[in-house]
């Protein structure tokens, strides 16, 4: 079985750029959420993705935006990136079911740099 | 969603009982309390859920008393591999809440040999 996979591990964008990540979910599972995880804090909601369509979504601006695919596997999109969007950024995945918690498997991240 | 707190950091030593506490004084009916870990660099991993009462699984224990307005984590013996940050969340995990998970500022357990 294969877990959570996201792509780059790294990335270095300046300012006013754009920049997409790239999150693969756990065979099986059909939720994928978005995090940011500025250093020494814990994980900050973004938003959440259920069978292709938005499900919830945390105190982050427009220019954040998100997709989810037919497979499941989802796509973050930041636009006009600020110095403050440098931070890890973390999927996870889930099989949203009902009104049952589903644990949230977590991928590794991918660490962006805004300069 | 509830708010908590916990410790900012803890040391213990290889082998020890390892207990970190969570407040959370306006937890509601309808809020599971769950625990993940986090190593550097590394997503956060689910170690335990809980309700009420007691629940142990093959990492850790969790215990809520009664009035469920605090809970603690309890890792047995730990070891040097057990040094991380451990989050505690408070919220209500059912589709209603789309499964989002508010992480506080976690407790960093440093594990000495």
């Known amino acids: 079985e294969t877990g959570v996979t996201q792509s780059p591990t790294h990335l270095i964008k300046t300012r006013g750029q754009q920049v997409t990540l790239r999150c693969s979910s756990q065979s099986g599972h059909n939720t994928v959420s978005w995090y940011q995880q500025a250093l020494g804090q814990g994980p900050q909601f973004i938003f959440q993705?259920?069978?292709?369509?938005?499900?919830g979504r945390g105190n982050f601006p427009p220019r954040f935006s998100g997709l989810q695919f037919p497979n499941y596997s989802s796509e973050l999109n930041v636009n006009a990136l600020e110095l403050d969007d440098s931070a890890l950024y973390l999927c996870a995945s889930s099989l949203g079911s009902g009104f049952t918690y589903n644990e949230q498997f977590f991928g590794p991240g991918t660490r962006l740099t805004v300069l | 969603l509830a708010k908590t707190t916990q410790p900012i950091s803890m040391d213990s030593y290889e082998g020890q009982e390892v207990n970190i506490t969570c407040s959370h004084n306006?937890?509601?009916?309808?809020?599971?309390i769950t625990w993940y870990q986090q190593f550097p660099s590394q997503g956060p991993r689910f170690i335990i859920q809980g309700y009420k009462t007691k629940v142990t699984n093959e990492v850790a224990s969790l215990f809520i008393p009664a009035d469920r307005k605090s809970s603690t984590l309890s890792l047995p013996r730990v070891s040097l591999s057990d040094t991380a940050v451990y989050y505690c969340l408070v919220g209500d995990m059912g589709r209603a809440a789309g499964n989002k998970l508010t992480f506080g500022g976690g407790t960093r357990v440093l594990v000495k040999p």
């Open positions: 993705y259920y069978r292709e369509e938005e499900n």
């Open positions: 306006n937890i509601a009916t309808n809020d599971y």
